[in-house]
């Protein structure tokens, strides 16, 4: 299954090519025509352009005026019948007529909704899902409804699926290089933030967040590998195990602001809105992560060579520290890792008694009050309606920047991450 | 004493001593949710489930929270889902293997992307985009939440689905290859059954993260406005139980107003709690089926 199976798709589709039967022309056709209907609606939608109905109807008149003829063909040459070619066929041809008399908003309230679907929506969706089906469908048709066809159709539409996948994604990060990149500047990076952050830069906002991570790798990191070996290596498979492990699954998926609410009635009131509340928090909560992750990795070692170890007279310390932990360090640290990153890009856990600036530089992380970059980032959202225009826009650009070097942090810890498991990645 | 043994042991209990102070954290964690939701539930009785919460008139209804959390999980499954499984299937049975060895990773970097950038982008880019798109009376909604929330979701689903449909042993689909099926009959009538626990587990998880997600949701939809009539409605904004616990803590009254708000959190808890173990039982089960443990 790993031979690269679209380099197999395109090799039959190259050689399919040379052996089209004039026949099978308008299937063909077909399948550009639904194809240039989908990526039409998808950048409309993507660009936010309208588009002209009549555009969608030509699309829609030409797929069904193809699919017509090429029911047709089958029947006449194949002496074979197909509903669903049939069907898509009207269906076109019906929308074709549909979609010229669209209103330009479909009012949704007598449904109860305070809403309406506007003719831009209903078109860009309607000629990308139809264009996508005829597509798959038109590839049906073109290898005469085999087997084989039926496969390159739903690759078809599972391809479109990754696409959307990666789409969304890919605008997140390009929208936050593009409009962040211009406000990266030396003052950003060493001056503080100023006049409710239309002036200054960010720097209380890196410094605490490093410090986080910080203080976060010094909490979380070694209680939550040494429980981890404790859990894997010495306990013993009972009862106590079972609901400790089942504590830890459980505390994985609480939700941050959970946590916020633990710092805010417990923590803070004994160490203060200091970064030691904020990274006893958030090292509570990568906590789970981190046991986690380790768990699995020493799992990961086979019992044959800590039974190696022990037969050879070693002591159960001395067979953990050299040949259980080495192998499995790579999973360690990037579990260890992708957890601290977690954690560290976590705002609803400190958002309560974070504030915006530090209070002197270097902090002193005991009794100073904490501010992120991720909860600066939110102030100056909320702070968004103030001020006239000028201030509105410069505030704004500082968010988009301030969002750029969150993103640039975080993503470096989890490249890193991985980047260790890829090099080293063991399996027994 | 043996010097050897007496540090074997020292080190034993310092080990036990870091397992056991994780877990006495985890536990505190659990105990004092709980015990400050009490009063909440005693003074509130059923009227906890009510639609309406507002601090002013002392109301301190969750029913409208919950339901806004469960119609902003629903719409962002609603698009997570079935794109993210997919997407999972052609990483995993389609794509050649340089593909697959270059998005895989990338897929994996996304999904640690702050959620505080995903509110913000949602915010500025959606939101607007959304209120032109859907005449609506605002643009900030569950449906805009939604939809972040999905785009949220995407990464963690595409990987769990990808990693249990590529836990499904090679000799299994060879077989089916073998009798003359297509791939793609291999794909849809062997492989994705095969590893049906294991895609049903990335839609807990997904269900899981969506539901208590804070910061994007409380960015996107505005979280003191009451929920919406009639409650479906979701081209209204409205509260989520997180949004709520994030909107009302800072300048909340000791007392029921706060305990309210902590029961607000013993409900996200034991939603998610259960999703958890039930994901855990369905990952456990893929392991079991398929290395014969």
New interface residues.
């Given amino acids: ?2 031979d ?4 197999a798709v395109h090799r039959r589709l190259r050689s399919g090519i040379r052996q089209v039967q004039p026949s099978q022309i308008p299937s063909l056709v077909a399948l550009l025509v639904s194809i240039a209907a989908a990526a039409v609606g998808f950048t409309a939608l993507a660009k ?1 352009i309208e588009l002209d109905p009549v555009i969608a109807a030509g699309f829609f008149l030409v797929m069904g005026v193809l699919f017509v003829m090429e029911e047709i063909r089958l029947f006449l040459i194949d002496r074979r019948k197909s509903v669903r070619l049939l069907l898509y066929a009207i269906t076109m041809l019906v929308l074709a007529y549909l979609v010229t008399g669209l209103p330009a ?1 479909i009012d ?1 309230r007598h449904l ?7 003719r ?2 209903a078109i860009s969706v309607g000629l990308i899902l139809f264009g996508i089906i005829g597509g798959a469908l038109a590839i049906c048709a073109f290898h005469n409804f085999r ?2 066809g ?2 390159q159709g ?2 078809l ?6 696409f ?3 789409y ?2 890919a605008v ?2 390009g ?2 290089v593009i409009n962040g990149a211009p406000g990266l500047s030396w003052e950003f990076m060493t001056q503080d933030i100023r006049d409710l952050g239309t002036k200054g830069g960010a720097l209380s906002g890196i410094v605490g967040t490093l410090l986080l991570i910080a203080l976060i790798f010094l909490i979380a990191v ?3 590998i ?2 981890a ?3 894997q290596e ?2 013993g498979k009972h009862f106590l195990t079972r609901i ?1 492990n ?17 710092a ?3 923590f803070e009131p004994i160490f203060g809105a200091s970064f030691l509340t904020g990274g006893l928090i958030l090292s ?1 909560y990568a ?2 992560m981190i ?1 986690r992750a380790s768990v699995e990795a020493l799992k990961g070692i086979p019992d044959e060579l800590r039974e190696g170890s022990l037969a050879l007279g070693a ?3 001395q067979t953990i520290r050299r040949v259980v932990l080495p192998p499995s360090l790579p999973g360690i640290i990037t579990g260890v890792v ?1 957890g601290v ?2 954690a560290a ?4 856990p400190i ?2 008694f974070a504030t915006l600036r530090l209070s002197r530089m270097p902090p002193n992380p005991l009794t100073d009050s904490i501010t992120s970059l ?1 909860t600066h ?2 102030t100056l ?1 909320g702070m968004r309606g103030l001020g006239g225009a000028a201030d509105k826009a410069a505030r ?1 650009q500082n ?1 988009w920047s301030i ?1 750029l070097v ?2 640039i942090i ?2 470096t ?3 890193v991450a ?1 980047f260790i498991r ?1 090099k080293y990645r063991q399996e027994f | 004493m043996n010097p050897t043994l007496s540090r074997e042991n020292v080190i034993k209990y310092i080990l036990l001593a870091a397992a056991s102070f994780s877990v006495f954290i985890i536990f505190l964690i659990f105990i004092y949710l709980f015990q400050k939701s009490i009063p909440a539930f005693q003074e509130l009785g059923w009227s906890i489930l009510s639609r309406e919460y507002s601090p002013a008139s002392d109301r301190y209804g969750l029913g409208g929270a919950i339901a806004g959390s469960l119609l902003v999980t629903a719409g962002a499954l609603t698009i997570s889902y079935p794109l993210g499984i997919g997407g999972g299937i052609f990483l995993s049975e389609i794509a050649p293997v340089w593909v697959r060895r270059m998005l895989k990773p990338i897929i994996e970097v996304l999904a640690g992307i702050p959620s505080v950038i995903y509110g913000f982008l949602g915010a500025v880019l959606l939101v607007p985009f959304a209120y032109n798109a859907f005449d609506m009376l605002q643009g900030q909604s569950y449906f805009a939440g939604g939809i972040i929330l999905g785009v949220m979701t995407l990464p963690i689903i595409i990987s769990i689905s990808d990693d249990s449909l590529k836990a499904v042993p090679r000799d299994v689909k060879d077989a089916s290859l073998a009798l003359g099926a297509t791939r793609w009959t291999t794909t849809k009538k062997i492989t994705f059954p095969a590893a049906s626990s294991g895609i049903f587990a990335a839609a807990t998880l997904g269900v899981g993260k969506a539901i208590g997600e804070t910061m994007a949701v409380l960015m996107i939809i505005s979280a003191t406005t009451n929920a919406p009539m009639p409650w479906f409605d979701f081209f209204q904004a409205g509260p989520t139980l997180t949004a709520l616990i994030a909107g009302h803590m800072g300048e909340s009254a000791p007392g029921v107003a706060r305990s309210a708000l902590f029961a607000a959190g013993v409900f996200l808890f034991l939603i998610v709690g259960t999703l958890a173990i039930i994901t855990d039982i369905m990952q456990q089960r893929v392991i079991k089926k398929f290395r014969g443990r």
């Fill in positions: 299954m790993d690269g199976g679209m380099t936010t908003v949704l109860g909704f305070t809403a309406g679907l506007t831009f929506i087997p084989i039926n496969q739903a690759y539409v599972l391809l479109f699926c990754l959307l996948v990666l969304p994604l997140i990060i929208e936050v070694p209680l939550g040494c429980a070996i404790y859990l010495y306990a400790i089942t504590a830890v699954t459980v505390l994985r998926g609480v939700p941050s602001i959970v946590f916020g609410l633990f805010f009635a417990v509570v906590l789970p046991i002591s159960k310390w992708l990153g977690e890009g976590e705002t609803a958002m309560f991720q980032l939110y959202f704004m968010a969002a969150l993103l975080i993503l810890m989890n490249i991985l890829e």
